[in-house]
């Protein structure tokens, strides 16, 4: 069974431009979760979606969102992004919600 | 909000030696995750804990579920080169019906030859 894929693995971006990010969970997977990830503050939960309703969010400002499609793939969008948004953007997928999460690459994110 | 302390921050041991890392919360979790994550990737799941007390093995490692549910260890035995990366501890509580996996800052391991 595939794991969880993200899409793209690096992205270059500056200022105030505004980024989106994909995700393709585990084959049957229907929970959808985002982290950031930074040296200084960790791993940190943005939100998570699942059946295509947000069910839970982080402490992240506005200019985060996401949204889930019906086949259960995913998005997050950053808007004006600033150079503080440089993370690694983690993805996870589990079957359910409140279920053991299975992580994907990540998408390295640099803000110029 | 939840924290979890992960300690050490960091380890530097010989190849064939045990490590042991541990995490501990002022909170109650309803599962604990160990995870590793090697550089440009994301953490790989390694054990998963259910139950308070619960003790699992993956072959060279072992976690415990703490009988308070406020702390797990993750040890390795015979630790061998392969085994260098950074090792999360997460804690999956349920408050008002959402799931939030907390994560620990992690315990970078390097291990000699």
């Known amino acids: 069974k595939a794991g969880v894929t993200q899409t793209p693995r690096y992205l270059i971006k500056t200022r105030g431009q505004q980024v989106t990010l994909s995700c393709s969970p585990i084959?049957?997977?229907?929970?959808v979760s985002w982290y950031q990830q930074t040296p200084g503050q960790g791993l940190q939960f943005l939100f998570e979606y699942f059946s295509e309703t947000q069910r839970n969010k982080g402490n992240f400002p506005g200019r985060f969102s996401g949204r889930q499609f019906s086949n259960s793939r995913s998005e997050m969008n950053v808007s004006t992004l600033e150079l503080g948004d440089s993370a690694l953007y983690l993805c996870?997928?589990?079957?359910?919600?409140?279920?053991?999460?299975?992580f994907g690459p990540g998408t390295r994110l640099t803000v110029l | 909000g939840q924290q979890l302390n992960q300690s050490p921050q960091s380890m530097f041991i010989q190849e064939g030696e045990d490590v042991s890392m541990n995490c501990t919360s002022s909170s109650i979790f309803n599962t604990w995750l160990w995870y590793k994550q090697e550089p440009g990737e994301g953490p790989v799941l390694l054990i998963a804990l259910y139950k308070a007390g619960e003790l699992t093995s993956n072959g060279r490692l072992t976690a415990q579920f703490g009988i308070t549910r406020k702390d797990s260890f993750l040890n390795i035995s015979a630790s061998i080169p392969s085994d260098v990366g950074i090792y999360f501890c997460a804690g999956l509580a349920v408050d008002s019906g959402y799931s939030t996996l907390t994560f620990g800052k992690g315990t970078m391991l390097l291990v000699s030859p």
């Open positions: 996870a997928s589990s079957f359910q919600e409140r279920d053991t999460q299975y």
């Open positions: 084959s049957g997977h229907r929970s």
